[in-house]
């Protein structure tokens, strides 16, 4: 099968919506310049192409100026695949691919929302959005 990132044949890992026939290499996923998403360490594995991704359901953009809590640059002024949001309190912005890291650092026991401090909804939804939180 051919990959619909790079164009190269061998492609293994098919998209989980059933009717979808987009497949792709796992290298090719986890490209962080790729809107696909891929979940290797969820059970069951799954991945998904850029039409079927899981989006997050937020009612509002980020403000103009708007900065990620984490790194402290500038987000788009509109909602995307690259930006994300606290769930519970709806203020917290912050990049896609400044998420991991944090995760990776505080592990599930203190990954939580900067702002409201919540826990449980914003671990459960960054790991329905393809952010793996340690259990260190």
């Known amino acids: 099968q051919q990959c619909c990132v790079c164009g190269s044949s061998g492609a293994a890992i098919t998209c989980w919506e059933l009717s979808c026939k987009q497949s792709f290499h ?11 998403l891929a979940h290797p360490f969820a059970l069951p594995h799954r991945a998904f192409c850029s039409c079927h991704r899981p989006q997050q359901a937020v009612d509002s953009d980020p403000e103009p100026h708007t900065k990620c809590l984490l790194c402290v640059y500038l987000l788009d002024d509109t909602k995307s695949y690259t930006t994300m949001v606290c769930p519970v309190c709806q203020r917290a912005w912050f990049h896609r691919h400044c998420i991991p890291r944090h995760a990776l650092r505080a592990g599930i026991l203190t990954f939580k929302c900067m702002l409201c401090r919540d826990k449980e909804v914003f671990q459960h939804e960054m790991l329905r959005m393809g952010i793996r939180v340690p259990t260190r």
């Open 26 to 36: 796992l290298p090719c996923v986890q490209r962080l310049s790729t809107s696909c």
